[in-house]
């Protein structure tokens, strides 16, 4: 069976962005992949109450769409995120969808997916999206590939392949041929000092996938300049949590 992959629409409309991720559905049906576009003003998707059941167990205090969700993107072997830009930066919806995936910050299971982001604006805040689709990926601990914007005066230009071939490579690649950015190395680090200074499900799960004492999630091409710094920030982290 081929390889799968989950394109989320966090539009209410299925209008400028829709249309891009349908060009991107179609390159990649042409590469012999199988794709589902998620619109998630389908669903019922609440607001996060914060009430952390999610990080302190392993469930979730509310009833509603989000599980099915996930397991989509669990079900996936790569996941494209695509929003228009609203007051710079994702709707709220998508937001909503991003905070209800806060257990994956913790306890991960999205790990070295490769992903993709699409964002549409009519006028300004293509770079500020652009970093909250950073931030957000480097917490899920996927493997970053291209970002695909349109503006008012690109809005209609189809998607080429080029736009992808980041992504398409990393659909390709091993995990072993992947270099970790310096972000993703910090987030890594310090997502384990709190695993090991945790009690609960956060020390449990990482114990079980066997993390606490690799430099990273999985073996990879790190450089060894960014594997000593991951080295020593471990052990500043853990003294500083030591002396708290």
């Not at 991003?98 to 993709?116: F, M, Q, S, Y």
């Not at 914007?149 to 992947?178: H, I």
Request: aromatic share 10%.
């Amino acid at each position: 069976m081929g390889k799968k992959v989950i394109l989320i629409n966090g539009s209410a409309r299925k209008k400028n962005t829709f249309k891009v991720l349908q060009d991107i559905e179609q390159i990649l049906k042409g590469r012999g992949l199988e794709t589902e576009i998620l619109h998630l003003f389908d669903y019922d998707v609440k607001d996060c109450t914060g009430c952390e059941e999610c990080v302190q167990q392993s469930g979730c205090s509310l009833t509603d769409d989000m599980p099915a969700i996930m397991q989509k993107l669990l079900d996936s072997d790569a996941i494209v995120f695509g929003s228009p830009v609203y007051m710079g930066g994702a709707t709220s919806k998508f937001k909503t969808f991003a905070d209800r995936t806060n257990v994956w910050i913790h306890k991960t299971e999205l790990v070295g997916k490769p992903a993709l982001f699409v964002a549409t604006t009519t006028a300004t805040g293509r770079k500020e999206i652009r970093r909250f689709f950073h931030i957000y990926a480097t917490g899920l601990a996927t493997r970053k590939g291209d970002f695909v914007a349109r503006t008012g005066k690109t809005m209609s230009a189809p998607v080429r392949e080029e736009e992808l071939s980041r992504f398409l490579a990393l659909l390709q690649e091993d995990e072993a041929n992947y270099r970790p950015a310096m972000d993703e190395i910090v987030m890594f680090t310090v997502q384990k000092v709190m695993a090991l200074n945790s009690s609960g499900s956060d020390r449990t799960y990482w114990e079980q996938k066997e993390w606490l004492d690799k430099p990273y999630y999985y073996p990879c091409a790190m450089h060894p300049g960014k594997r000593a710094f991951g080295k020593l920030m471990h052990k500043i982290l853990s003294k500083a949590m030591r002396q708290a």
